[in-house]
């Protein structure tokens, strides 16, 4: 029989409740208009923010003027009027022209004249001393070392810096250099170039956006050496790095227990590092839409919060006269906040987990306060604190899904938590399906609700998404964030104690990621598992949400189905306007894409069709045709090339055609015929033909394309000569567009002694723009070459280096002509609109 005090215990917790709308049972109301303000203000500054970050520049004082006004008129109506409907507005545009304001056009580095941005401006080679800032990381073949600048000692003299580098290294980090130390490196420092390409990635901007600027390439690990431990430092400096070496010492555990692939998803859930994640299994998770589970996000510090607090809650109820004096729920939800901001710390403390921590923070402390809660003033809460600390992180992709993820699950919580339970039958089984139903349709349908709120973002960002992306999280949730990530989590717990039980636990979970993994391979495999769709217009993403907002919040119920009908057809206005006003064109544009050391043309010719020329880079810059080429394509709304030309079997020609072939399913593959023992190059004429695509040879003369006044023509025959001791650069095919009465010529790799023959051959190269030979070495573009073609403007496609073309066109150029260079300018293109002339656009200025 339970004592007095026990009774009197139970009284007690009994009678304390939830608030309403925290209660499981009660249904979340559409906010307030008063409700609305917090998320109204946060979306226009964020809006704001987003502007100044695409690079609009409002000036200053005339933005501070309107902001001044708009604010007074809103705050006048808000507070003497009481009439919030129309202050809303007004206040939106004050916090819009705030955001600009506060924003950083361009993602300028940090004016302080020490900050090592403002010290290195082109490519040097340095002595650099810093402290070691984050863990290492690897990648299988190259390792990577943010370092926080301290000093640059150059030959002429040493000075004080500050500021992140990202130094990149061959191998396996440095074994003794861990988070904390102080090291010097011998290494060649650059600042980051930004992206070169329409569409491409912004490598700058995402390096940006972490405080970074700076990279540098340490030759080898015997150029960087640990010059200071941690130990030896102040208190303060073991304290700022205790959660990066927790973090450090859990990856090492990792590596010595765990083998790939499953490292790298282990890695990727409980420290928030993927960069071990191989391409095979990232692949898949991207394939099947299931990414976002690899992200530390909500769920991750949900698990965390409730373990924490169940734990915490029974220990206190040990205890009945503990229970007498405090409420035992209360005082277990705060001390769940220690766990979980260590927690963040060590799992890398990004943009999902800062969003993840700062709601659980808010729900804890409406808690304890006896405070009515609402997703979406918490998520507006979440989102400020981002901004207003970091303002660049508005243009990050992670904090655009993150929220709107969540915003989208918040929304649509209603429908879901409406929504009817599976009538439960006499049967055992029957009553059992009535229990699990409720919950399978719901998870259901918060997937559906993710993806609804980001799928525009997804083909801005990536151009792909999955359908099966719910039934995809609905299956490898349970094994990778509730079976792994739990016995993950147990295992960092017990590691100081046991590093068997530790070890143990780490291997139990891994036959979750197993499981994952396979349900990811067999899913990714399926037809139209993933979807590729040319990148959105801004409008289009506009006319979207203001169609799935008119279902979450439109008050008036009988004008949803029409909103949402207007929405959808201006939203289909998009790709049927970009149809017809492609199938109308009469002009063309040649964009010579930068692809490094390589070749990349991309033919744009009258009533939309698209033909490329090449695709392929040397070296690291492997499957520029999924980085670049098709970024481009896709960026210029074209989901469909008529035909690929390779014009002779070198990698820095074809290595990156293969995933053209899959993505834009053209009918022809031209190629030069020649044998090739490059096992890639016959995998890729392999895949042609398992896609049905016709593989054909040009013939000396034969045109190639023809549509009125544009004809693409082969002029060359070097590789139906059968000699077999020729380069394949000698075989290259030579072609010229003609637009009108305009040219293009590219002549491949051909070599000064070809260069001759075409000559002699009376074959029309005169030719307004030429792509340098050969990438413009000096074994090509001969004086009797340039002369007959005697080109207006030249664009050499190659890296530089001190400025310089690496294959020497400043030597082949005899005279003075208009030169453009990928390497310097990035891609160009040359646009042609009445046939008469080309304007050259490079990407760079």
Not at 213 to 221: F, L, R, T, Y
Request: aromatic share 8%; hydrophobic share 45%; glycine share 8%.
């Amino acid at each position: 029989m339970a004592s007095p005090a026990t009774l009197k215990c139970r009284h007690k917790l009994d009678s304390y409740s939830l608030p309403k709308q925290m209660t499981s049972n009660s249904l979340p109301c559409r906010p307030a208009a008063k409700d609305d303000l917090l998320f109204v203000a946060v979306l226009c500054f964020a809006a704001g923010l987003g502007a100044a970050d695409l690079g609009v520049v409002a000036p200053p004082v005339v933005c501070a003027g309107l902001a001044t006004t708009l604010a007074g008129g809103g705050l006048l109506l808000l507070l003497k009027h009481r009439r919030l409907p129309c202050a809303l507005p007004l206040l939106g545009a004050f916090f819009l022209c705030a955001g600009l304001l506060y924003g950083d056009p361009g993602l300028e580095p940090p004016r302080t004249p020490c900050h090592i941005a403002r010290q290195i401006h082109e490519k040097q080679e340095v002595s650099l001393i810093g402290v070691l800032a984050r863990m290492p990381t690897t990648n299988g073949e190259t390792s990577t070392l943010i370092v926080s600048a301290k000093q640059l000692i150059r030959p002429a003299a040493s000075t004080p810096a500050e500021g992140l580098v990202r130094l990149t290294m061959p191998g396996p980090p440095p074994g003794d250099l861990m988070p904390g130390d102080q090291c010097i490196a011998r290494t060649t420092l650059s600042p980051v170039r930004p992206a070169t390409s329409p569409g491409a990635f912004d490598y700058r901007a995402h390096l940006a956006r972490q405080g970074i600027w700076i990279k540098g390439w340490v030759p080898a690990p015997v150029f960087i050496a640990r010059i200071l431990t941690l130990q030896d430092q102040d208190p303060w400096q073991r304290l700022r790095y205790l959660p990066e070496r927790l973090r450090y010492h859990l990856g090492r555990f990792l590596d010595q227990t765990i083998e790939p692939p499953n490292l790298g998803v282990y890695k990727a859930i409980l420290l928030g590092e993927t960069s071990e994640i191989s391409e095979a299994v990232l692949e898949n998770f991207k394939a099947t839409g299931v990414m976002h589970l690899l992200a530390i996000s909500g769920l991750h510090m949900g698990l965390l919060a409730w373990c924490c607090a169940s734990a915490i809650t029974w220990l206190l109820k040990r205890s009945p006269r503990l229970m007498l004096i405090v409420q035992v729920r209360k005082i277990a939800a705060l001390a769940t906040l220690l766990p979980l901001t260590g927690y963040a710390l060590i799992a890398g403390f990004h943009t999902p987990v800062i969003r993840s921590l700062i709601m659980v923070v808010v729900f804890i402390l409406a808690l304890v306060a006896d405070r009515q809660w609402a997703v979406r003033t918490n998520l507006a809460i979440a989102a400020l604190l981002i901004l207003l600390v970091t303002p660049e992180a508005c243009g990050a992709v992670s904090f655009q899904l993150s929220f709107a993820a969540v915003l989208s699950i918040a929304c649509a919580a209603p429908y879901i938590m409406s929504s009817g339970q599976h009538p439960a039958g006499p049967d055992k089984n029957q009553r059992l399906l009535g229990k699990i139903w409720p919950w399978l349709r719901a998870a259901l349908l918060v997937s559906l609700a993710a993806m609804a709120g980001t799928l525009p973002l997804m083909l801005y960002h990536f151009n792909r998404f999955s359908p099966i992306a719910p039934l995809a999280t609905l299956l490898v949730e349970p094994f990778l964030c509730i079976w792994t990530l739990l016995l993950g989590l147990a295992a960092g717990l017990v590691l100081p104690f046991s590093t068997a039980a530790a070890a143990l636990l780490l291997k139990a979970g891994a036959w979750g990621l197993v499981a994952a993994d396979l349900i990811t391979t067999k899913l990714a495999a399926l037809p139209l598992a993933s979807i590729w769709l040319p990148t959105p217009g801004f409008w289009e993403i506009t006319w979207y949400y203001l169609g799935l907002a008119s279902i979450w919040f439109l008050r008036n119920r009988r004008l949803v189905p029409w909103v949402a009908a207007t929405c959808l057809l201006l939203l289909s206005g998009g790709p049927i306007a970009t149809m017809l006003t492609a199938s109308a064109s009469t002009g063309a544009r040649v964009s010579v894409v930068d692809v490094g050391d390589g070749s990349a043309v991309v033919m744009q010719l009258p009533h939309g069709r698209n033909i490329v020329v090449d695709c392929g880079s040397r070296g690291n810059d492997a499957n520029v045709g999924s980085r670049l080429v098709a970024p481009l394509l896709w960026k210029n709304r074209t989901s469909r090339v008529e035909q690929i030309i390779v014009s002779h079997p070198h990698t820095d020609h074809f290595n990156g055609v293969d995933f053209l072939l899959q993505r834009f399913h053209p009918k022809i593959l031209w190629v030069n015929g020649t044998a090739s023992l490059d096992p890639e190059y016959g995998r890729l004429l392999d895949l042609a033909r398992h896609l049905d695509i016709e593989i054909r040879v040009p013939q000396s003369g034969e045109v190639l394309y023809t549509d009125g006044a544009t004809r693409l023509q082969n002029l060359a025959g070097f590789h139906l000569s059968g000699k077999e001791n020729q380069s394949p650069n000698q075989q290259s095919l030579v072609l010229r567009l003609e637009h009108g009465q305009t040219a293009f010529l590219l002549p491949g790799d051909i070599g000064q002694a070809e260069e001759e023959q075409l000559v002699l051959s009376g074959r029309p190269l005169r030719a307004d723009v030429l792509l340098a030979a050969h990438h413009g070495a000096t074994s090509s573009n001969s004086a009797l070459f340039l002369a007959a073609v005697a080109p207006s403007s030249v664009i050499v496609s190659g890296r530089e280096k001190d400025g310089k073309n690496t294959y020497g066109w400043e030597k082949a150029q005899p005279n003075p002509i208009t030169t453009w260079r990928t390497g310097r300018h990035g891609t160009v293109t040359f646009a042609s609109k009445d046939g008469q002339a080309w304007t050259a656009r490079p990407f760079l200025p």
